[in-house]
């Protein structure tokens, strides 16, 4: 679990470093992509120098967050503390949910397989998600797009 943690951290460290805010918003899908795939790998039950650097390369593609901060922040300041809120809210009850139902694969198939199928689920949804995105992004105009001056 540490591996995720300091793959994120190094993550989180690069992109914030070396990319502008609005190269990170257009990375934020791939991005979230790049934190399920890895663990795909978790189902094949491989060895612990295996799955250390797939969970670390799963942990860098969750510096997604840092472009999803930057989006709170593009919000008009008289909704952005409500629309944190929400989002913390929600991921705090979608986190407990899945490891509720993580736990109950876990135990019905074993840890390996229900990892390997919380990245694929993962990677379906985060798909979905990064081209709404990208269409979405794409039709915002000029002005509400976040970071438009560094377009």
Do not use: N
């Not at 190269?23 to 295996?50: E, K, Q, Y």
């Amino acid at each position: 679990m540490a591996a995720m943690a300091f793959g994120m951290a190094v993550g989180a460290f690069v992109l914030s470093k070396m990319a502008p805010p609005s190269t990170r918003m257009r990375m934020m899908g791939w991005l979230a992509i790049l934190s399920c795939v890895p663990l795909i790998g978790s189902a094949a039950d491989p060895s612990l120098w295996c799955v250390l650097p797939l969970w670390t390369l799963a942990g860098a593609g969750g510096a997604y967050q840092l472009a999803a901060a930057a989006f709170v922040q593009a919000l008009r300041p008289v909704t952005r503390a409500r629309a944190f809120g929400l989002a913390q809210s929600g991921l705090y009850a979608v986190q407990g949910l899945g490891i509720q139902a993580g736990g109950a694969v876990a135990q019905a198939i074993g840890a390996p397989p229900a990892v390997g199928l919380a990245g694929l689920i993962g990677l379906t949804t985060a798909t979905m998600l990064a081209v709404s995105w990208t269409q979405l992004h794409g039709h915002l105009p000029q002005a509400a797009r976040p970071g438009a001056a560094e377009y």
